[in-house]
């Protein structure tokens, strides 16, 4: 079939096999022409079939050598539905993978639930034996508790007041205000069930129970804390009260693992076109600004750049790893620096509709935005037939 891209809202519905795949190549092309990695050999990615996740996992095997798991919840091709990218993306990794003699296998399922623990856990027993590195990165809006069966929703939302502030409609380039009650208290918490730190613990409990983690093992999961011009919506908002538990969390698992040699972290990563930051308002107009900003001064990354920097400059190194006052890695270092932000706010004050494209990258947004689907990716012709029928070798 020919696969076009079709929108709803901040959410593309089609995937394009091909351009995912040339996409996940990209990606292992850019480790593989930075120096190896003295870093993990067995690890396990919790969400680990788009942006970070997926970066952090071709990061390990490409660039440590690694062998990896990977557990996501995604879906296949049914019918004229083109599977998700991220089945494409994980069917790529997996394909290059095998080419390079790396051991490497996927789990698709809801990573909350105590089956796929279950199962990813027997996994690691019998082909890895132990792993040495725990890369949790769920982005998921719904959560079912595996032990109480309560569903849990997230929402975006500020706390205690009323949020107004700029946002574009980056399919148009319309700008305009965005206005957002304040979450309720029951709202909140739901965030925080869903968002938190909760299941984090419940993977690595689980995995230390079942002696299938290393005494040294490391385990990092990821946040993201951003400017004043989003921390309404964002840090100060729902979204970060669900950080704090996860910094809460990691801060715990810390002390539990550093027993025996191990260690957890966050690390705050840089704001990059995702799936779910389309989904907030006021972050996509921000994203572009900044990425005119850091473009314009050479120090952009992607989400590739980002995690071969982390396991590269931070958590493989000799000596004591660099964190802030709150013990987190900082990889969003270039994005804040203070010129890249003053020159933001500068620009904020004057964008409008008018004038968005010629002050922000809208445009590379875009392009970016649907290079997550596999569209608009160089050297693909998208009026080729393509079968949308691709499967994952080691898929268990």
């Known amino acids: 079939m020919i696969i076009q891209p079709k929108t709803r809202g901040f959410i593309c519905t089609t995937a394009h096999p091909v351009g995912c795949e040339k996409q996940v190549e990209t990606q292992i092309s850019y480790v593989k022409q930075q120096p190896a990695v003295n870093g993990p050999k067995n690890v396990l990615v919790v969400g680990a079939s788009t942006g970070y996740g997926l970066a952090s996992r071709i990061v390990a095997a490409f660039g440590s050598r690694a062998n990896t798991i990977g557990v996501y919840f995604d879906k296949g091709a049914e019918g004229v539905r083109t599977a998700s990218a991220g089945w494409y993306n994980s069917a790529a990794f997996e394909a290059a993978a095998a080419k390079e003699g790396l051991k490497s296998f996927s789990i698709v399922g809801d990573a909350f639930s105590d089956e796929i ?7 690691i027993k019998t082909e890895l034996g132990k792993v040495d590195l725990i890369v949790y990165s769920v982005a998921s809006p719904r959560r079912v508790h595996p032990k109480t069966g309560e569903v849990f929703s997230s929402v975006i939302k500020p706390l205690h007041e009323v949020y107004t502030n700029k946002t574009v409609n980056f399919h148009t380039g319309e700008v305009s205000e965005a206005t957002i009650e304040p979450a309720t ?8 069930a ?39 919506v964002y840090h100060d908002g729902t979204i970060g009260a669900a950080k704090n538990d996860l910094q809460q969390t990691a801060d715990v698992l810390h002390e539990q693992l550093k027993q025996n040699g191990g260690r957890a972290f966050i690390s705050v990563n840089k704001a990059l076109v995702t799936q779910s930051s389309s989904a907030i308002p006021v972050v996509p107009l921000y994203i572009s600004a900044l990425y005119k900003e850091m473009k314009e001064a ?13 396991f590269s400059e931070r958590l493989y190194i000799e000596g004591e790893i660099p964190v802030d006052d709150k013990r987190q890695i900082r990889i969003d270092d270039l994005e804040m620096r203070p010129e890249i932000q003053a020159a933001v706010s500068k620009v904020w004050e004057q964008l409008n509709t008018e004038n968005v494209y010629e002050l922000t990258d809208l445009e590379g947004y875009r392009k970016e935005f649907f290079g997550l689907f596999g569209f608009n990716v160089e050297d693909i012709d998208y009026e080729a037939d393509v079968d949308p029928n691709v499967n994952i070798t080691n898929l268990k």
């Not at 208290?185 to 925080?192: A, C, G, N, Y």
């Not at 993977?203 to 993201?224: K, R």
């Open 117 to 123: 623990k279950n199962k990813t856990i027997d996994l």
């Open 185 to 192: 208290e029951d709202e909140l918490r739901q965030t925080i």
């Open 194 to 232: 869903v968002m938190g730190g909760e299941d984090w613990k419940m993977w690595i409990d689980a995995l230390q129970e079942a002696d299938a983690i290393t005494e040294d093992a490391t385990t990092v999961a990821y946040s993201y804390i951003g400017p004043e011009i989003t921390h309404a």
């Open 298 to 310: 050479g120090t952009h990354e992607g989400c590739i750049e980002q995690m071969y920097r982390l």
